[in-house]
């Protein structure tokens, strides 16, 4: 268990597609969980903001993501999550990022989608998520797909620092 650097914009390894977990219960998945749960952790204390993290994030390549939302009932490890079915209807959001923390990005997502994913133990699961929670899964799983939110943006002027945006 450790707390781990949190890769930035910029760095080549966020654009890296990841692999796929292929044995959920193994040590090393457990070791990956409980840092990236310890990262997470960490941030929200420094930071005051935060609810996932995905692997890529402490560069590891592999498709894992914690989540915190106490507000959803929902902690954990999603080990290779994957969007099986997405919304027509969509939402405009400001999302940020630990990766660039200071900065907003105005993005465009579907308002709900289903997930399924491995539990740490390796059972199958299914998520139907809206709002905000879809929103953050979308984020964190293009995260797995080496995308960034930045790589979202509706437009160029979809772009904020956070100190400016909580002025207004």
Same mark, same amino acid.
């Given at each position: 268990? /450790?707390?781990?650097?949190?890769?930035?914009?910029? $760095?080549? %390894?966020?654009? &890296?597609?990841?692999?796929?977990?292929?044995? !959920?219960?193994?040590? @090393? +998945? &457990?070791?990956?969980?409980?840092?990236?749960?310890?990262?997470?952790? $960490?941030?929200?204390k &420094?930071?005051?903001?935060?609810?996932? #993290?995905a692997?890529?994030? #402490?560069?590891?390549?592999?498709?894992?993501?914690?989540?915190?939302?106490?507000?959803?009932?929902?902690?954990? !490890?999603?080990?290779?999550?994957?969007?099986?079915?997405? =919304?027509?209807?969509? #939402?405009?959001? *400001?999302?940020?990022?630990? =990766?660039?923390? @200071?900065?907003?990005? &105005?993005? @465009?997502? /579907?308002?709900?989608?289903?997930?399924?994913?491995?539990a740490?133990? %390796?059972?199958?699961? +299914?998520? +139907? +998520?809206?709002?905000?929670?879809?929103?953050?899964?979308?984020? @964190?799983?293009?995260?797995?797909? %080496?995308?960034? /939110?930045?790589?979202? /943006?509706?437009? %160029?002027? =979809?772009?904020?620092?956070?100190?400016? *945006?909580?002025?207004?």
């Open positions: 268990m /450790a707390v781990k650097e949190i890769l930035r914009l910029g $760095n080549p %390894g966020l654009g &890296k597609v990841c692999a796929a977990v292929k044995d !959920a219960g193994k040590p @090393e +998945t &457990k070791k990956i969980i409980r840092d990236l749960k310890d990262t997470l952790e $960490n941030f929200k &420094k930071n005051g903001f935060g609810r996932a #993290i692997a890529p994030q #402490i560069g590891i390549l592999k498709r894992i993501i914690y989540v915190d939302c106490p507000k959803y009932k929902i902690s954990g !490890a999603l080990i290779n999550p994957k969007i099986i079915k997405k =919304s027509k209807e969509k #939402i405009r959001v *400001w999302d940020d990022c630990f =990766s660039f923390p @200071e900065l907003l990005v &105005k993005v @465009e997502r /579907a308002k709900e989608i289903k997930v399924k994913y491995q740490k133990g %390796g059972e199958s699961h +299914t998520i +139907t +998520t809206k709002g905000d929670l879809s929103e953050l899964l979308q984020h @964190e799983i293009d995260h797995l797909d %080496g995308i960034l /939110a930045v790589q979202r /943006a509706i437009d %160029g002027k =979809s772009f904020a620092f956070r100190k400016e *945006w909580e002025k207004f």
